[in-house]
Nanobody
Framework: QVQLVESGGGLVQAGDSLRLSCAAS????????IGWFRQAPGKEREFVAGITRSGGSTYYSDSVKGRFTISRDNAKNTVYLQMNSLKPEDTALYYCAADRSLFVPIASVSYDYWGQGTQVTVSS
């Protein structure tokens, strides 16, 4: 089992950057793929980015590709989401999630463990 805690959200202006962190408990962090999801009011939760267990492969939604970067430090049990060139449409509650899959699922239902989320608000 793993527990996840997100941090790093906040209120920024369009064009600014933020770095979100997802800190995990447990000794088997490197056994989990990690996904970042977001959910805006009135919308479904959507996949943003994902990273394999070793960090060797990363995946992004088309809406953030080229602007966001996911990375992980297994020694620190932490995954990061660097968000650059933020847009008002990036405003959402951001969650990290963990799963023992060999690949990175895009569907939220595939993930077993979730954090509580961190709010990102981008003003125009």
């Amino acid at each position: 089992q793993v527990q996840l805690v997100e941090s790093g959200g906040g209120l920024v202006q369009a064009g600014d950057s933020l770095r979100l962190s997802c800190a995990a408990s447990g000794r088997t962090f490197s056994s989990y793929v990690i996904g970042w999801f977001r959910q805006a009011p009135g919308k479904e939760r959507e996949f943003v980015a994902g990273i394999t267990r070793s960090g060797g492969s990363t995946y992004y939604s088309d809406s953030v590709k080229g602007r966001f970067t996911i990375s992980r430090d297994n020694a620190k049990n932490t995954v990061y989401l660097q968000m650059n060139s933020l847009k008002p449409e990036d405003t959402a509650l951001y969650y990290c999630a963990a799963d023992r899959s060999l690949f990175v699922p895009i569907a939220s239902v595939s993930y077993d463990y979730w954090g509580q989320g961190t709010q990102v608000t981008v003003s125009s």
